[in-house]
């Protein structure tokens, strides 16, 4: 997925998993008039040695551990030039695997859940530094976000903020720095993306006591508010890549 616009600044997206791409988020920061270098490390596409000629980094999800290097060989590189857009405030937005990376690498943990997998629609509450901030200052108080995790973030790294939580898995959404971010939840999937998923990991899915049909139904049916929050959001990052890039300000296309 790329831009036409070949002087837009580019965002580099690290997609882990063929079923795992930039989705809505994508479109949404296509919107705001940012290119998508979008590099399938899972393919085997090298990932650059540094984010130079980049204005942003856009980690997405993955089945694998944040660790597990053995079965993602790429991850050493993803961790870092995390560290590096964290240092040099390239705004970085890592979803759910992405997440936990961001998490990990700056001296954070992640772990296994022991009450299994958290997946379908959820609540989230937003937390007292949400009302300032930047890209989910705007997400309202019992948003629903869709999700799809066996890991989940277990202590933050020094100096993030936490920014959102819920009821089954406290760390929804932090900022680590003053322009990286990382969430839990996926808010670049629609219904068909978790269709697939729920295709794929459904046996396991049930047998930690869960329900794949009920979670594809639950993300079906809210599809329309899940477009327009994490829409707003993701269009919401765009913006402070812009903005970090130097770019005139783009029109905004969220709510």
Do not use: K
Not at 55 to 74: F, I, Q, R, S, T
Not at 120 to 127: E, S
Request: hydrophobic content about 45%; charged content about 20%; proline content about 8%.
């Amino acid at each position: 997925m790329r831009s036409e616009v070949g002087t837009a600044p580019a965002v580099l997206v690290v997609e882990h998993e063929q079923e795992a791409g930039p989705g809505l988020v994508g479109e949404h920061l296509l919107h705001t008039g940012l290119r998508l270098d979008v590099v399938r490390a899972w393919r085997g596409e090298a990932l650059p040695r540094s984010l130079r000629g980049h204005a942003g980094l856009l980690v997405l999800g993955g089945a694998a551990n944040c660790e597990d290097d053995l079965a993602a060989p790429w991850l050493p590189r993803v961790r870092a030039l995390v560290r590096e857009a964290v240092a040099d405030e390239v705004p970085l937005l890592g979803i759910c695997l992405g997440g936990q990376i961001l998490a990990h690498a700056l001296g954070g943990s992640v772990t296994r859940r022991p009450q299994g997998p958290e997946v379908g629609v959820v609540p989230l509450r937003r937390l007292p530094a949400a009302t300032t901030d930047p890209v989910l200052g705007g997400v309202p108080d019992g948003a629903l976000a869709a999700q799809w995790h066996w890991d989940e973030i277990d202590r933050l790294p020094p100096g993030a903020v936490p920014l959102l939580t819920g009821d089954d898995c406290p760390v929804q959404a932090f900022r680590a720095g003053s322009t990286a971010w990382g969430v839990q939840f996926h808010p670049e999937v629609d219904a068909d993306t978790v269709a697939e998923w729920a295709a794929g990991d459904g046996d396991d899915v049930r047998a930690a006591g869960g329900s794949p049909e009920a979670a594809v139904a639950s993300v079906r049916h809210a599809e329309p508010a899940l477009r327009t929050v994490w829409g707003a959001v993701a269009e919401a990052w765009g913006t402070v890549v812009r903005a970090r890039a130097g770019a005139t300000p783009a029109r905004r296309h969220g709510y």
